[in-house]
């Protein structure tokens, strides 16, 4: 079983990033996902969560900003990050049920 992240960069306070997350390897389909992410000094925090491709939840730092999806491969997600602040720097991680954790991209939003 493989996940990759990927999609992460460095972009100015405003901008938008996508990350991308997919698994590999894994015969079942994965229904449910989080996204995490860690600062520099900080403990993981989550960000976004989605089961079943359409019910998706946000913490409140980040909602109405970011959207999290599924893609239409399977054992593929989506992050889209818009209206990028700096505190939004951190390396993001996909985490889906039942697959280890990855080594997840690097964000940062330079002011």
């Known amino acids: 079983v493989r996940l990759v992240e990927s999609g992460g960069g460095s972009v100015q306070a405003g901008g938008s990033l996508r990350l991308s997350c997919a698994v590999s390897?894994?015969?079942?389909?994965?229904?449910?996902i989080d996204w995490y992410r860690q600062a520099p000094g900080k403990e993981r925090e989550l960000v976004a969560s989605?089961?079943?491709?359409?019910?998706?939840d946000y913490a409140d730092s980040v909602k109405g900003r970011f959207t999290i999806s599924a893609g239409s491969a399977k054992n593929t997600w989506f992050l889209q990050m818009n209206s990028l602040k700096p505190e939004d720097t951190a390396v993001y991680y996909c985490?889906?049920?039942?697959?280890?954790w990855g080594q997840g991209t690097q964000v940062t939003v330079s002011s």
């Open positions: 989605i089961i079943n491709g359409d019910r998706d």
């Open positions: 390897g894994y015969a079942l389909r994965i229904y449910y």
């Open positions: 985490k889906p049920e039942r697959v280890e």
